[in-house]
């Protein structure tokens, strides 16, 4: 089995939950355990934040796009900006570091992407964007018929 999604949104905070709950419902078909599908829902969550508060640093006129993979045992993401890009991504990737320290952010959205995920790929040119590239694979229940 493969199936796909592409999604497209304005860069608002709003639109944070929308996406989780987009990926969340895409991903059910194929029965993921409740641990995946709350892994996979904050890893969107922190990756979409990140996009609209420092890729597009709150304008308005950016937007966020997702694209979803579905295989019969794993899923691949995508959530790519056209923003402003991270200067220095080994340093953005290190536990607690944030940019935006007076936003009060915790600096762990890449160590939770990491964590989560099997495979976690990061790409960022500066004036051009971020690019998160993300893969689970799904433990299948040997309770399942």
Do not use: W
Request: proline share 2%; net charge negative; with cysteine.
């Amino acid at each position: 089995m493969k199936n796909e999604m592409h999604l497209e949104f304005s860069a608002l905070s709003e639109n944070e939950s929308f996406a989780r709950v987009t990926i969340a419902s895409f991903i059910t078909q194929v029965d993921p355990t409740m641990d995946e599908l709350t892994e996979i829902k904050t890893v969107v969550s922190e990756a979409v934040t990140n996009a609209i508060i420092h890729g597009y640093e709150n304008d308005v006129d950016g937007k966020v796009y997702i694209d979803c993979t579905l295989h019969d045992q794993f899923v691949e993401l995508t959530i790519r900006d056209e923003g402003v890009g991270i200067e220095n991504l080994d340093e953005a990737k290190q536990p607690l570091f944030t940019s935006k320290p007076e936003l009060e952010r915790s600096g762990m959205g890449f160590t939770i992407m990491e964590n989560f995920m099997d495979d976690v790929d990061i790409k960022s040119e500066k004036g051009r964007g971020t690019t998160v590239k993300l893969k689970k694979h799904f433990q299948k229940s040997e309770n399942l018929v």
